[in-house]
């Protein structure tokens, strides 16, 4: 590796990461009328306690593993970060809309199922929201660099 594949510290990005979706969130909370019933500083206390923990044990280990190949670049983690938050979202919904004691067994997996899938979408979203406060937190490039291969020539 010639040079550093981020011109800042991963921990900068790490607290982006873990700031700016939430801060985002409590923003557009206090924008709306829901403003009213749910106070935006509970919002950003809520989400910084949801993406802190992710960042840490999601985020890191990917970072980490990823310079260690020499592969740290915005686009991968973005990627990445689109593909973890929509199955984290997903897979969170799926439980939390699933309802056993109901009778009907069948709606009640349709019901989780369709939660599950409308999840998709915003949880890729703020993964790839959050992986580009990493990014620009940590102060990576934005395209893959190109590989030389050695030896055959």
């Known amino acids: 590796m010639d040079k550093s594949q981020h011109s800042r510290p991963i921990w900068l990005g790490l607290f982006a990461s873990a700031t700016f979706v939430p801060a985002l969130m409590a923003l557009l909370t206090s924008l709306s009328a829901a403003s009213i019933m749910v106070p935006p500083v509970l919002v950003l206390i809520m989400g910084i306690l949801i993406a802190g923990p992710v960042a840490l044990l999601v985020e890191l280990p ?85 590989r030389r291969f050695r030896g055959a020539a």
């Open 62 to 146: 990917l970072v980490l593993w990823l310079r260690k190949i020499g592969r740290l670049n915005a686009f991968y983690l973005c990627l990445a970060g689109a593909l973890v938050g929509a199955v984290a979202l997903g897979l969170y919904s799926l439980q939390a809309n699933y309802w056993p004691q109901m009778n009907d067994k069948a709606l009640a997996r349709w019901i989780a199922q369709q939660a599950a899938l409308k999840a998709l979408v915003p949880g890729s979203v703020y993964g790839l929201l959050s992986a580009a406060a990493f990014s620009l937190g940590a102060g990576l490039t934005i395209r893959p660099s190109r």
